[in-house]
């Protein structure tokens, strides 16, 4: 089994390729792909870029060119709950893109027709994640993440797509991978680490912590790839 993992920006992935063992690099469409093991299983890493298009590109090269067979994305996010603090990590339950707007001809907000709101995530990579968190007494918040092309900075507008999309946290790529991986048959997986509140300070406190916080997130995603059995 080979497993993806995908991150949006190089402090994303910078830890995880720390990690692996008898590392190739490839460059595939202007994008560099890290292909090693870790504790023996077959990884491919790679980080997208900023955004929904860019991680479309991704995470479909890593399944078509690269033949992943499941897909792990480790990153930072925005929270929407006033539960989840800098450093607290949630996982998706559900992805949903909050600035897909076709509401003029009456659909919801996040639809498109032949598509669906909000795509679930895969429930045994949830379940090995609870596992793994309940072992090592770390909290791990579940709910919906929405994305969008934005980087929010705003109460209001994290507050409407708060109420809009039941969601717990923001970020711009997550759905991206949900409608890819969704389309394609691949099991997937979303992990967060919360990196500012997407308040009037989530600019200075993204930068602050977007490091130990994809940090969090990566250290997590490897302890996923350990306990994934191989089949
Ligand atoms: N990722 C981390 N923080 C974010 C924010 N405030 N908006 C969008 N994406 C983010």
Redesign the pocket.
């Known amino acids: 089994m080979k497993i993806a993992i995908m991150g949006a920006m190089p402090e994303e992935i910078e830890p995880l390729i720390a990690k692996l063992d008898n590392v190739t690099t490839t460059v595939y469409a202007a994008n560099k792909y890290y292909e090693g093991t870790y504790k023996g299983k077959e990884v491919v890493v790679a980080y997208s870029k900023i955004g929904k298009v860019f991680a479309t590109l991704t995470a479909t090269m890593l399944i078509e060119k690269f033949g992943c067979d499941i897909l792990l994305f480790s990153g930072?996010?925005?929270a929407i709950s006033d539960e989840l603090k800098i450093g607290d990590l949630i996982i998706a339950d559900g992805l949903c893109q909050h600035d897909l707007d076709i509401t003029a001809f009456g659909h919801p907000f996040g639809y498109v027709p032949e598509g669906e709101v909000c795509i679930p995530t895969d429930v045994g990579l949830r379940n090995i994640a609870k596992e793994i968190a309940a072992s090592k007494g770390i909290e791990l918040k579940e709910g919906v993440i929405a994305t969008g092309d934005?980087?929010?900075?705003n109460p209001e507008k994290k507050e409407w797509i708060g109420e809009v999309f039941k969601a717990h946290a923001?970020?711009?790529e997550g759905a991206s991978v949900a409608v890819v991986c969704n389309a394609l048959n691949v099991p997937f997986f979303i992990l967060r680490a919360i990196?500012?509140a997407?308040d009037m300070d989530?600019s200075f406190n993204?930068d602050a912590f977007l490091e130990s916080s994809a940090k969090i997130s990566a250290d997590f995603i490897l302890s996923m790839v350990e306990h994934i059995q191989e089949d």
């Open positions: 930072v996010a925005g934005q980087f929010i900075a923001l970020e711009m990196s500012d997407a989530a993204f």
